[in-house]
Nanobody, 120 residues
Framework: QVQLVESGGGLVHVGDSLSLSCTASGQAGSRYNMGWFRQAPGKRREFVAGISWDGQKINYGDSVQGRFIISRDNARNTISMQMNSVRPADTARYYC?????????????WGQGTLVTVSS
């Protein structure tokens, strides 16, 4: 069992930057592939970004490519996502997940989600 706890999120304005973090725990010594999905009201869940446990494989969804940056700190079992140049379309609840690093994967573990609202 893996527990994922997100932090960050909140209300920002168009063009601002925001950072989300997620810490994994539960399986001592495990190496976690992790990532982010998001879901806006009335819309389907969307893959945002994923990073392998060693940081060697990173993928982004098309809508955030070039604006969001995912990174990790394995000493703390934590991933972070820097969200730059945010847009109203980025408004969604963001969920940390494991063990997916791309959109083809169906996550096994989920965090509780953190809300990001982009105001125009």
């Amino acid at each position: 069992q893996v527990q994922l706890v997100e932090s960050g999120g909140g209300l920002v304005h168009v063009g601002d930057s925001l950072s989300l973090s997620c810490t994994a725990s539960g399986q001592a010594g495990s190496r976690y592939n992790m990532g982010w999905f998001r879901q806006a009201p009335g819309k389907r869940r969307e893959f945002v970004a994923g990073i392998s446990w060693d940081g060697q494989k990173i993928n982004y969804g098309d809508s955030v490519q070039g604006r969001f940056i995912i990174s990790r700190d394995n000493a703390r079992n934590t991933i972070s996502m820097q969200m730059n140049s945010v847009r109203p379309a980025d408004t969604a609840r963001y969920y940390c997940e494991s063990p997916c690093v791309d959109s083809r994967c169906d996550p096994t573990y989920w965090g509780q989600g953190t809300l990001v609202t982009v105001s125009s």
